[in-house]
Nanobody, 119 residues
Framework: QVQLVESGGGSVQPGGSLGLSCTTSGITFSLYSMGWYRQVPGKQRELVAIITPGDSTEYVNSVKGRFTISRDNAKKTVYLQMNSLKSEDTAVYYC?????????????WGQGTQVTVSS
């Protein structure tokens, strides 16, 4: 069965750093684009960062220069390193896997992990 399991969330002070991990099972990891999304109450879920099977990356403008997404195909894991955190980064962060090849648009989601940035 497909599983995406996130870890690394928690509480940090503004300006601090936090690293998130998402381990996967049940998918051919190398065929999937992996993304991190975040959501706060009353707002739509937004794409934070994405990394393709070819290691191309994209970021939402608000995190450019502060966040780094990476993947380890051997470990079937995607990471999000978050530096210079701001209170506006507070959200539930979700891991996403989307099949990048073929006609399928199969997408899987993790359970989410809370990130809180406060002084």
């Amino acid at each position: 069965q497909v599983q995406l399991v996130e870890s690394g969330g928690g509480s940090v002070q503004p300006g601090g750093s936090l690293g998130l991990s998402c381990t996967t099972s049940g998918i051919t990891f190398s065929l999937y684009s992996m993304g991190w999304y975040r959501q706060v109450p009353g707002k739509q879920r937004e794409l934070v960062a994405i990394i393709t099977p070819g290691d191309s990356t994209e970021y939402v403008n608000s995190v450019k220069g502060r966040f780094t997404i990476s993947r380890d195909n051997a470990k079937k894991t995607v990471y999000l390193q978050m530096n210079s955190l701001k209170s506006e980064d507070t959200a539930v962060y979700y891991c996403n896997a989307k099949l990048a090849y073929g006609p399928s648009r199969t997408t899987y989601w993790g359970q989410g992990t809370q990130v809180t940035v406060s002084s």
